[in-house]
Structure formats: structure tokens, C-alpha cells
């Protein structure tokens, strides 16, 4: 059943993706606005806070406050980068290689030295998300560096929220990850330019259902957030994550539906027969890396 759970999980990711991509392009949500709106509705999570509090070390809070601020600019990193691409070639892009990252990171830091899945798994990954993301004639080194740049962060984040939640529950910690990211996007409406992108609104057609739009996606990822967090309790997480490839699996499906002439201009996909070919066995090559990785 837990295969079935990550499964179910997974579509549910990439449907915040396709609803980030389209809130983000199509209604022309500036990525500042979209990261301001996205991680101030997090605060919501504090009303549970009377029920996990527990009291921590002052170096903990000021960890597990930086931490928060490193996830704010992280997520507007990753929208900035989303708004660029396209979300089937920049979601497996990204997510393909973080797992490149951790285990640098972890090398690095010489918690482990690489093994041999390892070195199989990067060998899979690397030209898997250099395949997903080559548009010939098209091709941006700027976005493809962004979209590096945005993988590091989210895998550096990993090992700094992991660090600074090592004392009490991660509840208790994460309630002091979300002041601190929110805190530092409050502190910057200071600032006339960034308080001018978070408030003025593009003219888009037919924009009405704008908010409605949001709150679902944002609802969608809070209850994402908790069943990934109850599946880690319950199942494997070297199975769970293993399984992500489903991730970019739906997010092609979705990418196949939304490229027709009628439902164009949701996602913006381009859509031929070269270009399925290519995204199909980059995603193979991407799945099967993050399978080895967190399988063997």
C-alpha cells in the first residue's frame, strides 16, 4: 500500500506544479508576489503550535530561523526558474539533480565517501537532465545555470533545516523555520521596489478565479506536505523517494493533455513527436537514476 500511497502522493505534487506554472505564466503572477503570498499563507501552520511547543536552545531558534529565510529565497529561486521553462523540462531538470548535490554535499563534508550506486546513480542523472532540459535553437545557458543554481539550494536547504532540527520534534522546529521565512519577506516590504512587485497587479483576461486558484493549490500542498510527512513515518524512505520518477511521469501526461491548440496557452508546452521522444527517455534516465540511488 505504501507503493500505491507515494504513487497517489506524486500526482498530487504535479498538479502544484502544473497549477505553480500556470498561476505563475499564465496569470502573470510575479515570482516575488508568488513566493511573498506562497510562504506568509505557511504562518497558518503556527495554529497548531500550542500542541508540539516545546522550548529550545537559543542557537536552535537562530538556526531554524535562517534556515526559514534560506527556504523563502530558495522559493523564489525555484518559481523565478519555473517561470522561465517549460514545467516538464524544468521540475525533472531540478529534482533530477539534486540528488547530485546531496551526495556532494555529503562527500564533501566527508559524512560519506561516494559509492559505487552513487557514482551509477550521478552517471544516469547528469545526462538525463541535460537531455530534458536541450531545446535545439532554443538552447539558454542562463536558464540551464539557474535551474543548477535552484537544484543546489534546495539540497543545501535539506542539510541546514537537518542541522538545525536536530533538538525537540521537527514540528516544534518548523514552526520557527516558517517565522523565519516569513519574517524576512515581511522585513522587505520595507524595501518601495520589492513592495511595489509584491502588490502591483498585471491586467490578465478573465484573472477573476485568480485567488480562488491559489488557495486550492495552496491547500493541495499543505496536504501534501503532511501525507508525505505521515508516509515518511510509516513506509521506507529510500522506497518513497524512489519513486519521485512518477513525479515527472505525471507531469508529462499533464504536459501531453495541455498541448493541444485548445488548452495551449495553459502551460505553453511544445509538443511534437522529436520532443516527446526526448523528454520520455530523459525522464527513463532521471527515474532510473534516483531508483538506484535511493534503492541499492
Known amino acids: ?19 505553480d506554472k500556470f498561476l505563475i505564466t499564465t496569470r502573470k503572477i510575479e515570482p516575488v508576489s ?5 510562504v506568509v499563507m505557511g504562518l497558518l501552520l503556527l495554529l497548531a503550535w500550542p500542541m508540539v511547543y516545546q522550548p529550545l536552545p537559543m542557537h536552535n531558534i537562530a538556526l531554524n530561523l535562517f ?43 566527508g559524512r560519506n565517501p561516494l559509492t559505487i550506486s552513487e557514482v551509477s ?27 543548477i543554481i535552484t537544484a543546489f539550494f534546495i539540497s543545501s536547504y535539506g542539510f541546514i533545516w537537518q542541522y538545525g532540527a536536530q533538538v525537540g520534534s521537527s514540528l516544534n522546529n518548523l514552526m520557527w523555520n516558517r517565522i523565519g521565512a516569513a519574517a524576512v519577506l515581511l522585513l522587505l516590504l520595507l524595501l518601495p521596489k520589492f513592495r511595489k512587485k509584491i502588490f502591483v497587479v498585471q491586467h490578465v483576461p478573465k484573472k477573476g478565479n485568480t485567488t480562488f486558484l491559489f488557495l486550492v493549490k495552496q491547500a493541495l500542498g499543505g496536504v501534501s506536505f503532511v501525507f508525505l510527512s505521515h508516509l515518511y513515518t510509516i513506509g521506507k524512505i529510500s522506497v518513497i523517494n524512489a519513486l519521485s520518477g512518477f513525479r515527472y511521469v505525471f507531469l508529462f501526461i499533464f504536459g501531453l493533455i495541455f498541448s493541444g491548440k485548445k488548452y495551449k496557452h495553459i ?30
Open 1 to 19: 500500500m505504501i507503493v500505491i500511497y507515494s504513487i497517489f502522493e506524486y500526482l498530487v505534487l504535479s498538479i502544484t506544479d502544473i497549477m
Open 267 to 296: 502551460l505553453g508546452e511544445e509538443i511534437d513527436h522529436k520532443i516527446i521522444k526526448q523528454k520520455a527517455f530523459a525522464i527513463v534516465l532521471i527515474s532510473l537514476g534516483t531508483l538506484i540511488l535511493f534503492i541499492f
Open 121 to 147: 546513480a550521478l552517471a544516469l542523472l547528469v545526462p538525463g537532465a541535460i537531455l530534458i532540459s536541450y531545446r535545439p535553437g532554443k538552447h539558454s545557458h542562463k536558464h540551464v545555470l539557474m535551474k
Open 34 to 38: 508568488y513566493t511573498f503570498y506562497t
Open 67 to 109: 534556515s526559514g529565510a534560506y527556504f523563502s529565497f530558495t522559493m523564489y529561486l525555484f518559481f523565478k526558474t519555473l517561470s522561465f521553462g517549460e514545467v516538464t523540462r524544468v521540475i525533472p531538470f531540478v529534482y533530477g539533480i539534486v540528488p547530485i548535490f546531496d551526495i556532494l554535499i555529503t562527500w564533501i563534508t
